[in-house]
């Protein structure tokens, strides 16, 4: 059978309204079996739970499938069951004669309402930061334009220190003949103000923007810093404002946010419906928009599944057999590590008071079958984002967004675990920024937190995308580089330290710059990742020792601890 993503939503619905038809004898039949033996006076309670969860599942699935007058008929026949299931009336032959007489229904509604084809819907997709287009685009290629050679050299080679290619211009018509041509840049760099005019970069990039077929991301300088020239950047398009002088590590800021064009990871759903059609529909549905679905039919694999599937929402059925959803979403909110997993029920239940019992167990929201496929989309994305969001907080520093302390030890485990396995060596530096309190107490706590942004920012774009890198605590930063050698790693943070030595702050009025201090211990001369984390702290006591603003290697047969110099 053709996977959901292989096959367009229309063809995965066409084929699933099929199988739905198929099974609709076997289901009335399986109904037919439960009056026979509610009728021989038998397992009354429990039978009639089970009839009412074949009427319930007729009716939900018919009108997910575009069945109309089976859906109603079902839903007739869950009705008077959920009536005397509620006030616990007895079965009488009356009763029995009505639930015959809605099977009868059933049948014969099946030959009519077999209509081809529901109405075909789009294919969603998830919105993207940038369109997929812009991707192939070099993310790090800039245009820098400003009639100041000076000012352009040094943005240019203070942006380089963060990893950007910046190509200057000091003339509009330079600028003017290379964005006709191709590639184009990631961004563009410009002031507002030329020899030409007061507005002439804003009315160049206004003029010329919708030649492009792609967004060109544009940030804007001035000298100025009032209201009409904020404006002026607006009206052209600008998407983001410096006043000069520059600052650059928000500028940096600006640029890593408008390049980013790495399409988000696809959420993870879990889809969890003892009726298989319901669950592939639902499946088909929420991968034609881009996301990940795993599906499962028995509630028992749950636990099992969620082991290795690290899913951003669970959507379920609220009535299944042995487990209902209420049930199951309690179990999951009694394991701490799905107390705020996102649960949403698609069902057919329609009354109001089932539907807020089912929520008081924590679950997120209810969604009544039948239900748009856009609808679906939406509201499972919105709520895995905010999972996603929830997540990334907790296990991030607020002020950095690099991983916390204890996250950048458990995925320091995880490398060395990998390492073992794979039988390579990998690296962990301590990094420290140099007398970092002097900053704080000279500048302030916000040119502090300036430099502790600007160095994380440097450690995340220079470095590997295999590489982990962590705030340790305070003014200490944690990289974890795997697949290095004790050499490969000390060149590639030795310059990272001469770039990030060139970086200009500003703070009220005054420029100054930074350093940092690194020690790097190695795998598997070190055991394990506490021996990494001790000789590579003391490698790096050693480097603050000998003078600081330098990079030091571990050395195992000198464990005598150092005495912690000042930042």
Known sequence: MASPTTENLSAVKTRLRASFLAQLPPRIEQCRNSLARLSSGAEGQEELQRLHLLFHTIKGSGASFGFAVIAEIAQHGEMVLREILDHHQPVTDELLGVLHQQLQTLEAAQAQDASPGLTEEPNF???????????????????????????????????????????????????????????LPAAIIMDIMFPEGATAGADLLLELRGQ???????????????????????????????????NAAEMVESLDYLTNRTPPEPFNILIVDDDPDISRLHASILESAGMTCQVVNVPEQVLEVLE??????????????????????????????????PIIYVSSETNEARQFKALEVGADGFLVKPISSGRMIEEVRLRAERMRTLRSLMIRDSLTGLFNHNTILQFLELA?????????????????????????????????????????????????????????????????LTDSTLQGAKEMLEQLRLDFSRVQFYAEGQEFHCTFSAGIAEFPTCADSRQLAEVADRALYRAKHEGRNRVALMCVENQEPLTNPSS
């Open 308 to 341: 290795h599937f690290r899913a951003d929402l669970v959507l379920m059925d609220l009535y299944m057999p042995h487990c209902s959803g209420l049930e199951l979403a309690s179990l999951l909110r009694q394991i701490p590590g799905f107390v705020s997993l």
């Open 125 to 183: 997709a998830l919105p993207m930061h940038i369109e997929q287009a812009a991707i192939d685009r070099d993310q790090r290629f800039v245009y820098l334009c400003d009639d100041d050679p000076d000012q352009v050299n040094q943005l240019a080679s203070q942006l380089g220190c963060f990893g950007y290619r910046i190509v200057p211009f000091t003339a509009l018509s330079d600028l003017r003949q290379a964005l006709q041509g191709h590639p």
């Open 416 to 480: 060395v675990a990998a390492a073992r396995r794979n039988q390579c060596s990998l690296c962990f530096a301590m990094i420290d920024v140099d007398f970092f309190k002097k900053v704080n107490d000279q500048y302030g706590h916000a040119a502090g937190d300036q430099v502790l942004m600007a160095l994380s920012r440097t450690l995340r774009l220079r470095l590997r995308e295999s590489d982990l890198v962590g705030r340790y605590g305070g003014e200490e930063f944690a990289v974890v």
């Open 212 to 246: 492009f077929k792609q967004p060109l991301p544009t940030i804007f300088m001035s000298s100025r810093n009032d209201f009409q020239m904020r404006l002026n950047s607006v009206k052209a398009g600008g998407n983001a404002f410096c006043p000069k002088p520059v």
